[in-house]
């Protein structure tokens, strides 16, 4: 009880300084939008900002999963692997080109549970192991690519199921159906981290890791709880990714990684664990997502776009961190 | 204390000794005349072919490639893959030259332009026969070199055009096309590039809206699509991708918009699904380079130089680095493309010079 209390005034302090604080990547979404808005007619018209959710929602579903990572001071870099792994078992067990399986429902649960496998994986090796998290999930994403090669065997497995290559092309008030998975997901994830213990352990692991231990608190399996949660909506993430291309790729979550942890980062959550959130990272991932529509739209040329993108993502974290910096050094 | 250090030390002296023993057999491998190297018993040969990754159906078919011309001759193909990482396919390669060389032939698919250098210069020492596939840098060629034989490329002006030509004639001479690029800093996505600016000059109905690049992705290429269609609307007419996987996912992409059938789309590779889109007409054009023929001539041209049926002195300039010749696929030949398969014809030491289309510049 103790415990509770302590995290939840500790919280009330930060929230003090939280409002200005947390306001600047909110800020930054629509100012970058009503820009882009004003140099394009293309961009503001409605099927564009659709277009713009709509493809937002993959990077949403991994940016929850890294999120609560992040929250807790680790990192991850397995998305790229599980999400793979992942687009390669759905894809082989849902109605495809490769065999008679037809699981439907089923073998989008089995993707998600691999992708949970592999979180636990990662966890495990942190905890237990003492294998950095920045190694343990890189090394997990390697044997992730591994598992979906010898799955792939050399024929890409092309899916029929018409349930989940509805999911991308079907529509329901004017979003994908994907879209409104990502809205769950985001949902979710928000209600995990701000009710359930797991979620404000992982806030309160990385905020201050030695007071919850002091505490009394078994820090380890919440440690790993949490990278398996991760692994959930990296599975997820693959089977949407395999509804979007209509078959299982190897490469389905390759620059996922470090997308979600630009779009987690860019909305506020801290590389050093404690601070941002589920909602923070979704503001981030809109970001992202407006920047890299908004430059095609008004015509920048493809040779520009990746420097000017990673000139904008490095002045808005600039931007989000410089009242921090200043309060408590907390960005080394 | 000592305990702690004595496996250490083992491993010091494992590696001192495994490092002696990679030195002599270079030495030995060095002092060997390259001249009489050519009458290797074909059961001797050992045959080399070395990809990026088994994931992606091209490189794929290439091993296959391989393998059927080993079986042809009675042996079987080593299979290497290095995921794409320079450094790996290096280490790789040097394993490979530290061992017997006498009877080496490789097949090699360098990483990038300036990959290839260290394993010429390798498996020059070495005296291991090699012939490089699509990348290396201008200056270096194989005609400087005893046992390099050959280096095959393809030229990507002349695809690209060909499949530029291809959707021009299919949305009838005129209306709006959006381009689909490659990596930009690959000569594959420049030329690819240029072959379709080439097409655009003699098809002056046709307009450019927009070109973006895909990084030959086929996710990217789903959202780059996407966003250029409510971008530039019902004008659209034809996507031109650099590679077939991005054409692939325009076509998800149109898909999703519901312009399905609506829009031609071409793209180049012919990657097993694409051949199938083209032959079901969801598809326009795309071009093959023949990946499993790639994976059998290397190693037959090895094979044939490493059993003294082909002298390399003897080969023709032109045949030392060329470009070999590539497939138009459409909807009236896309079925004999649709199954992959090599001819032993074509890796008969008389033939194995048959697809030359000219010398690589």
């Known amino acids: 009880m103790t415990v509770t209390t302590g995290v939840a005034a500790s919280r009330r302090i930060i929230r003090r300084g939280a409002a200005f604080r947390d306001a600047g990547p909110p800020v930054a979404l629509v ?16 099927a564009n900002v659709q277009n713009i959710v709509d493809a937002a929602a993959v990077l949403a579903v991994v940016t929850c999963g890294i999120t609560f990572v992040l929250m807790m001071g680790s990192i991850d870099l397995s998305s790229a692997g599980v999400m793979g792994a992942s687009a390669l078992t759905v894809s082989l067990l ?43 999930t890189l090394g997990v994403s ?17 899916i029929s199921d018409a349930m989940l290559k509805s999911w991308a092309i079907d529509r329901f ?17 928000w209600l995990i981290q701000r009710y359930t213990r797991l979620g404000r352990y992982a806030f309160a692991i990385g905020g201050a890791e030695e007071v919850l231990t002091l505490s009394g608190v078994r820090v380890k399996p919440y440690k790993v709880a949490v990278f398996t949660v991760a692994g959930a909506f990296y599975g997820l993430a693959g089977v949407m990714v395999t509804s979007q291309l209509g078959a299982g790729l190897v490469q389905a979550g390759n ?48 040779y520009w776009q990746g420097g000017v993108e990673g000139l904008i993502v490095v002045a808005a974290v600039a931007a989000a961190v410089i009242p921090q910096r200043r309060r408590n050094q907390v960005v080394k | 204390m000592r305990i702690a250090i004595r496996p ?3 491993l010091m002296t494992l590696s001192l000794a495994a490092a002696a023993l990679a030195g002599c057999s270079e030495e030995a491998a060095g002092d060997k005349d390259p001249a009489g190297a050519g009458a290797c018993k074909p059961a001797d040969v050992k045959l080399v072919g070395q990809v990026r990754n088994e994931s992606n159906p091209y490189e794929a078919s290439w091993l296959a490639g391989g393998d059927a011309f080993a079986k042809s001759v009675g042996l079987t193909q080593q299979r290497l893959t290095y995921g794409g990482d320079s ?48 990348n290396k840098p201008a200056d270096l060629k194989p005609a400087d070199y005893k046992t390099w034989i050959s280096h095959i490329t393809y030229n990507g002006v002349e695809s690209g055009k060909q ?22 800093d690959t000569a594959a996505a420049k030329d690819r590039f240029a072959g379709l600016q080439a097409s655009l000059k003699e098809n002056a109905g046709v307009q450019l809206l927009d070109q973006q690049t895909a990084n030959f992705s086929r996710a990217e290429a789903l959202t780059v699509t996407k966003t250029l269609l409510t971008k530039h609307g019902d004008k659209v007419k034809g996507i031109w991708a650099a590679n077939d996987d991005m054409a692939l996912g325009a076509l998800e992409a149109l898909q999703q918009a519901g312009k399905s059938g609506k829009v031609a789309v071409v793209g180049i590779d012919a990657v097993p699904d694409a051949v199938t889109a083209v032959q079901n007409g969801t598809m326009t054009a795309t071009v093959s380079s023949d990946g499993t023929w790639q994976g059998g001539i290397g190693l037959a041209i090895g094979f044939c130089a490493a059993t003294g049926k082909l002298q390399v002195k003897d080969i023709a300039a032109d045949n030392r680095a060329f470009y070999a010749e590539q497939f138009l696929i459409t909807k009236d030949n896309a079925a004999q493309f649709a199954q992959p398969k090599t001819d032993p014809a074509d890796f008969d030491c008389a033939n194995v010079f048959k697809r030359v289309a000219g010398p690589l510049k």
């Open chain 1, 31 to 46: 100012v970058i939008f009503l820009i882009f808005a004003a140099l394009s007619p293309q961009f503001r018209s409605i």
């Open chain 1, 94 to 136: 849902v109605a495809n080109n490769r065999n008679d399986n037809d699981f439907g429902l089923a073998g989008i649960a089995a993707a998600i549970v691999l992708g949970c496998a592999f979180g636990f994986l990662s966890g495990l090796a942190l905890v237990l192991l003492k294998v950095p998290s920045f190694m343990a």
């Open chain 1, 142 to 158: 390697a044997i992730g690519l591994g598992v979906a090669t010898l799955m792939f065997a050399g024929v890409q497995p092309n």
């Open chain 1, 173 to 189: 008030l004017g979003l994908s159906y994907l879209t409104w998975i990502a809205a769950a997901c985001i949902l979710a994830g």
């Open chain 1, 255 to 302: 620059g996922y990684d470090f997308s979600a942890i630009t779009a987690a980062v860019v909305g506020g959550t801290l590389l050093t664990g404690g601070r941002g959130g589920i909602l923070h990272s979704t503001v981030g991932v809109l970001l992202v997502m407006v920047l890299t529509n908004g430059l095609v739209q008004i015509g920048v040329s493809p």
């Open chain 2, 8 to 10: 250490a030390a083992v």
């Open chain 2, 87 to 134: 450094t790996k396919q290096q280490e790789q390669i040097s394993q490979l030259l530290a061992g017997d060389t006498k009877c080496l032939v490789m097949n090699v698919l360098p990483n990038g332009d300036s990959d290839t250098a260290p394993i010429v210069k390798g498996a020059d020492k070495a005296g291991a026969f090699l012939v490089t596939q699509w």
């Open chain 2, 163 to 184: 499949i530029g030509d291809a959707l021009a004639k299919s949305i009838g001479g005129s209306g709006g096309i959006i381009a689909l690029q490659g990596v930009l």
